[in-house]
């Protein structure tokens, strides 16, 4: 093989780096499998004004094309990069390719400007890739399909950051086949994104954004931290506990992944995926009550909306209240005391349920009457229970099953 292709890593770099300056020079922007030794830095705003071809290239260390500019399409389809792979700022005018390419470190794309077709399909990123401020332009159609990464034979999670991306209104950034449970969006206005078939982090029960799951973690990792701070350590031994907490989260935090779910709900609302727009409406509720202390008091409306029925998104949230509602206040008011008729006769379980489920439906039942004033006090309370929860579990039905009609 030539010094170019030659795959011997104990290669002369001098004569190498001058056959690539050389090529430069001249505009032979033609390094099919090239294989680069050392680390590669192209000239900082340089214009490759013909298409480029790295295509099955290989990268042993850092590959460096910080504000380079692609006039012509790029091509980067099945190369290898063992090291970083730096393309800050980089510009792609007429599109680039990147599919089934290997970043195993850091890929950087934040602040890069992509026009034109841009895929990355069958690409393994087995570390994180930032695409933090990268903006789309006019007409831009960038593809994210079929992303995986592979780290002892074991299939990993996509890790990236989409964080403040510029979408042009006739710009299309798509994602499909794709696990997004370890994907930052904030600040990126989602109903720009096309999503198929694509894994959310699991919270529990249902789909949210990693979004989420990144400002829970940092709200406890501040709560565990005031333990410490309060713990006898700290007071026999404050030397060893850091006196510096980790920032507190304002409500705009909370606001910011509340505007991404709102996104989101209308994105799968338009696709017609009812059951993630339950769980995205769960969310966006979720961060709407924690932005405010005062919704998180245990008894403030938006705690017992959450607890009751899941936002009004858990049908058997709310009916599982309800049975447990109905039973508990029967055995209550069987517990004090219910009288049947005139007798001084005691109602058995049955009779008090029975009771107490004419009562809620305002029925006035007259052949029975609770015992003392507690009794008739739950009884009266129960009139506004059981009916309230009732109305919980139909709107929640009706919020489960009306979206699919």
């Known amino acids: 093989l030539c010094l170019l292709h030659s795959e011997n890593p104990n290669k002369d770099i001098k004569k190498f780096d001058k056959k690539i ?71 792609f005018l007429k599109g680039a390719d990147f599919s089934s390419t290997i970043f195993l470190k850091e890929a950087r794309f934040f602040l890069a400007s ?18 933090y401020g990268v903006i789309l332009t006019e007409n831009a159609k960038v593809f994210f399909g079929n992303i995986f990464t592979i780290k002892n034979s074991y299939k990993q ?50 789909d949210a954004l990693y979004d989420e799951f990144i400002i829970n973690e940092k709200e406890n990792l501040r709560i565990s931290s005031i333990i410490k701070q309060t713990s006898y350590i700290a007071d026999v031994l404050p030397n060893l506990i850091a006196n510096d907490l980790p920032e507190r989260l304002g409500s705009d935090d909370y606001a ?22 339950g769980d995205f409406h769960y969310g966006e509720k979720e961060m709407h009550r924690k932005a405010s202390k005062w919704r998180r008091f245990p008894f403030y409306w938006y705690n017992l909306y959450r607890w009751l029925s899941g936002y009004g998104e858990r049908p058997s949230w709310a009916l599982g209240w309800l049975a447990l509602f109905l039973v508990g ?22 009779d008090s349920f029975i009771y107490v489920l004419q009562k809620a439906t305002i029925q006035r039942p007259t052949w029975a009457e609770p015992v003392g004033f507690w009794g008739k006090m739950v ?11 009732t109305a919980l579990f139909l709107l929640a039905l009706r919020n489960r099953l009306g979206r699919r009609r």
Do not use: M
């Not at 214009?47 to 480029?52: I, S």
């Not at 779910?261 to 059951?275: A, M, S, V």
């Open 114 to 131: 992509l026009s034109g077709e841009v895929i990355f399909f069958d690409t393994d990123f087995q570390d994180k890739a930032n695409f």
């Open 329 to 350: 206040i029967a055995a209550l008011i069987w517990w004090l005391g219910l009288e049947v008729g005139h007798t001084t006769h005691l109602a058995d379980f049955g």
């Open 157 to 206: 999670k996509f890790h990236a950051d989409f964080s403040r991306l510029e979408i042009h209104p006739t710009a299309l950034l798509q994602f499909e086949n794709i696990c997004l449970s370890n994907v930052i969006f904030e600040h990126t206005d989602l109903r720009k994104i096309n999503f198929y078939n694509v894994t959310w982090h699991r919270l529990w029960w249902r």
């Open 256 to 277: 910011a992944v509340e505007e991404l779910y709102r996104q989101l709900k209308i994105n799968y609302e338009n696709e017609g995926d009812f059951k993630r727009v």
């Open 21 to 91: 300056i050389q090529k430069l020079k001249d505009e032979d922007f033609d390094f099919t499998a090239v294989y680069f030794p050392a680390q590669i830095e192209f000239p900082i705003d340089y214009q490759f004004t013909k298409e480029t071809s790295f295509s099955s290239t290989t990268f042993i260390n850092n590959a460096n094309f910080f504000r380079s500019i692609f006039v012509e399409k790029a091509n980067f389809d099945e190369v290898l990069f063992n090291e970083k792979a730096i393309f800050i700022s980089v510009r």
């Open 379 to 389: 009884a009266g309370f129960s009139v506004l229970i059981i009916p309230g929860q």
